[in-house]
């Protein structure tokens, strides 16, 4: 069961933790070059836009973001075209006053109540701060920038459990053709969840192997039955971050996630969907 916390008491928290953050990182990655890649205080409105779009312009795969409707005019552009390039992008517009934000994403979810500006791009690069960083030419709050990867997934993993599920869902794209392959988990289970919905059978082909062991990766031809997740209603997660396939191998049922997954029996590194067929 999804227990959101309340606006303000999730922002209050987030923004404790962003100042803890920063001055452990700080004393971690201090007067090392290369480290500057890898972390960064933004205390610029104008900086934090031009990270923004700089990092959804290079993304590959995926694109998670969250941002006021006031500003959401300031990256618009670069959500769009990521969209265009097939590159998965889910996208949380906050304080939304009737934007146009239709068609800007895979999915997009709209909320009138305050939320933290929130991006993930390709699971490797995160930025987080309160929404006054950008709402407030003057604001003396700032952003934290983070490309390490476990870090990156806790600022999905509270978009994903507190903001999320308290918006409304404001559009949904239409399903991808078939045959296709991801590299993106999350996309496919998006694609799997809309083709279930419409009483599709989905023939897939996997490349998995049993979760917390070494073992090589192998291709497993099978049929996804079901799917686990929190991005489209109706929801059918069981915990707040899962995106699960439940597939049938050997003749019985067994869970695959992506990769690095933990609670499923199975993680997955790619994905390709083939040739529907009704059921």
């Known amino acids: 069961q999804i227990r959101a916390v309340p606006p303000g008491d999730g922002i209050e ?3 404790s933790q962003l100042h803890s953050i920063e001055a452990e990182l700080k004393e971690q990655f201090d007067a090392e070059a290369h480290e500057e890649q890898e972390f960064g205080v933004i ?13 959804i312009d290079a993304a590959e795969s995926e694109v998670v973001l969250s941002i006021p409707g006031p500003v959401f005019d300031k990256v618009s552009e670069s959500v769009r075209e990521a969209h265009e390039r097939h590159v998965f992008c889910v996208l949380l517009v906050s304080r939304y006053d ?13 909320w009138n109540a305050p939320a933290p500006v929130i991006l993930t791009v390709d699971r490797s690069y995160g930025v987080i701060a309160s929404a ?15 490309a390490e990867e476990q870090i990156v997934s806790t600022f999905f993993d509270s ?11 404001k559009h949904v794209s239409k399903m991808h053709e078939f045959p296709r392959s991801y590299t993106s988990f999350r996309h496919a289970v998006f694609d799997a ?3 279930l919905f419409d009483h599709q059978r989905i023939e897939a082909e996997l490349e998995m192997r049993p979760v917390h062991t070494d073992e090589e990766f192998e291709t497993v031809k099978t049929q996804v039955v079901d799917v686990k997740q929190s991005l489209v209603r109706p929801v059918t997660n069981r915990f707040p971050t899962q995106e699960t396939f439940i597939v049938e191998k050997d003749g019985i049922q067994v869970s695959v996630g992506g990769l690095r997954a933990f609670m499923e029996d199975f993680e997955a590194r790619e994905v390709t969907f083939a040739t529907r067929d009704r059921r």
């Open 132 to 146: 006054e960083t950008l709402l407030q030419s003057n604001s003396d709050e700032y952003a934290i920038f983070h």
């Open 13 to 15: 928290r987030l923004v």
């Open 159 to 169: 978009f994903i459990a507190n903001y999320w599920p308290m918006a409304t869902q």
């Open 193 to 195: 969840t809309l083709e």
């Open 43 to 55: 205390k610029s409105r104008q900086t934090l836009l031009n990270r923004i779009t700089e990092l």
């Open 98 to 110: 009737n934007e146009p934000v239709e068609d800007s994403a895979h999915i997009v979810r709209t």
